[in-house]
T-cell receptor, first 114, second 113 residues
């Protein structure tokens, strides 16, 4: 069966510090991968998606970047965090080509920028 | 511009009764709709979906209804249980190989014993 891991679960970082959040998927090959952010009182905002290794698309301009160095690994990064980067970050995967579009989410990372 | 709208931020229902969560969308190109359930500090869990070629899909206590002419869908939970208390997100897809979803802001359901 497929599983998705995210770490760390919680993170407190000062403004201006770098960020690296990691997501890995097991039990599937060539998944589509996604990074979302849920800010307080808001819905899920898609930040990045990837349909393959090294292929990253950004949905919104921001202080963050993403990379996919391996088929089942997706990394969210920032060189210098802003207060507005605080939120709950979620990684998700889906199986391309099934025309069902279900995405399956990891447990999330709570990021607090102080 | 919010393409998927959940206009009720919260809903309170008595245990055993029906919960009805509503969702409206504006983009007629959406062809697949999904509902997710989310507990605090956890990732959303996929609940049920419906293709735009159908008007109803049922899975146990959960039924999703789609009214394309009104650009409206709803999730019915019968009977509601205290464990159903969570935030429910409606999502829509325009298809495509990337499979991107657009989410509503969510409705917090509270089921009281």
């Amino acid at each position: 069966s497929q599983t998705i891991h995210q770490w760390p679960a919680t993170l407190v970082q000062p403004v201006g510090s770098p960020l690296s959040l990691e997501c890995t998927v097991e039990g599937t090959s060539n998944p589509n991968l996604y990074w979302y952010r849920q800010a307080a009182g808001r819905g899920l905002q898609l930040l990045f998606y990837s349909v393959g290794i090294g292929q990253i698309s950004s949905e919104v301009p921001q202080n963050l970047s993403a990379s996919r160095p391996q088929d089942r690994q997706f990394i969210l990064s920032s060189k210098k965090l802003l207060l507005s980067d605080s939120g709950f970050y979620l990684c998700a995967w889906s199986t391309p080509g099934l025309a069902k579009y279900e995405q399956y989410f990891g447990p999330g990372t709570r990021l607090t920028v102080t | 511009d919010q393409q998927v709208k959940q206009n009720s931020p919260s809903l309170s229902v008595q245990e055993g009764r029906i919960s009805i969560l509503n969702c409206d969308y504006t983009n007629s190109m959406f062809d697949y709709f999904l509902w997710y359930k989310k507990y605090p500090a956890e990732g959303p869990t996929f609940l049920i979906s419906i293709s735009s070629i159908k008007d109803k899909n049922e899975d146990g206590r959960f039924t999703v209804f789609l009214n394309k002419s009104a650009k409206h869908l709803s999730l019915h939970i019968v009977p509601s249980q205290p464990g159903d208390s969570a935030v429910y997100f409606c999502a829509a897809s325009r298809g495509g190989s990337q499979g991107n979803l657009i989410f509503g802001k969510g409705t917090k359901l509270s089921v009281k014993p």
